[in-house]
């Protein structure tokens, strides 16, 4: 059987990495040649994860096609935020936890989807159906995915299987789940040492609304004023990055990881519609939004019925 490789979607989050590695040690008990890789750098609250559970980070690809023919993809299926190539190769599994979006296969494939707070919960289930047992250094970053996809089981995406799955994880790990979740999510918020392009970089998806092309970023911070002191620079990089890559609409959610609140930052055209989506109306380019912390469940299904309504 010749290599694959396993990667999830560009901009790396936590969740993303912890699946990669944790869907090529699965497939690898099977005797599949599978390595896990990476779209991009891990962010700092990723390294933080890696560090602390001792685990390298993963090497960096571009293209798949010149390595490898087959691919497997987690926490992503849309081909706009995955790997450049991918109507090069063939994909042979998924396991993913979005919208199914511009998907398309030739061949039959392995497609493991739930609507749960992370794709972690779902490979840690994965596990148990194969009775593989879940190394320590992975369960730790699967638990840290968990963490930061849900920010501490507190997102409206959490369900009964991420806890059940954070409860299982912590004993093989050995941390307390709310102390370690707390310093890693802290880690992953120091804004000062951020330039402004990885701000509205470092967590951003680009989504196609009724023909529109929207960005959508998120920033998580323990203070919104870390943020938003910095108002007038990240405009102008929005502006910059709008102007370079096509963006019609660039939405920058910036959430205080602490109490769950997100305040929007918006520029471009149809910020009408981002209005009519919340039922509020920007300020200075800013919508304050309590409570609302999940980019795909909260922001992205209101927004979308906007546009098509
Ligand atoms: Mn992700
Ligand atoms: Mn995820």
Redesign the pocket.
């Known amino acids: 059987m010749s290599k694959q490789l396993v990667f999830g979607h560009q901009n790396p ?1 936590t ?2 990495i912890a699946a990669a590695i944790s869907l090529a040690y699965l497939r690898q008990q099977d005797g599949v040649d599978v390595e896990a890789v990476a779209l991009g750098e891990p962010n700092a609250e990723t390294k933080f994860a890696l560090d602390y559970f001792d685990t390298k980070p993963l090497r960096v690809i571009t293209a798949a096609k010149p390595e490898v023919d087959q691919v497997m993809l987690v ?1 992503h299926n849309e081909p706009q935020q995955s790997v450049s190539d991918l109507n090069q190769v063939q994909v042979t599994n998924v396991v993913d ?1 979005h919208r199914i979006h511009d998907f398309n296969t030739e061949k039959p494939l392995y497609y493991r989807a739930e609507p749960v707070g ?2 972690s919960t779902i490979l840690t289930k994965m596990y148990h159906e194969k009775n593989v047992a879940i190394p320590k250094n992975i369960a730790g970053l699967m638990l840290s ?1 968990i963490i930061s ?1 849900t920010l501490l089981l507190k997102s409206p995406t959490t369900t009964d299987d991420d806890k059940a799955a954070v409860e299982e994880l912590v004993k093989i790990a050995g941390v307390d789940y709310n102390d370690y979740g707390i310093k890693m999510l802290k880690a992953g918020t120091n804004i000062a040492a951020r330039s402004d392009k990885d701000l509205i970089d470092g967590d951003a998806k680009s989504f196609t609304m009724n023909g529109v092309n929207v960005r959508i970023d998120q920033i998580n911070t323990v203070d919104l004023d870390d943020v938003f002191a910095r108002q007038a620079d990240i405009e102008a990089a929005m502006k910059d990055e709008m102007h370079t890559e096509g963006y019609d609409l660039f939405v920058v959610m910036v959430t205080n990881v602490l109490n769950s609140d997100t305040e929007l930052l918006v520029i471009g055209s149809h910020t009408d519609v981002v209005e009519k989506a919340f039922g509020k109306k920007l300020e200075n380019n800013r919508m304050a939004l309590p409570g609302v912390v999940s980019r795909k469940k909260q922001v992205v299904p209101p927004l979308t019925d906007a546009f098509n309504a």
Do not use: P
Request: aromatic share 0%; with cysteine; charged share 45%.
């Open positions: 989050d969740d993303t926490d936890h992370c794709s995915a996809d």
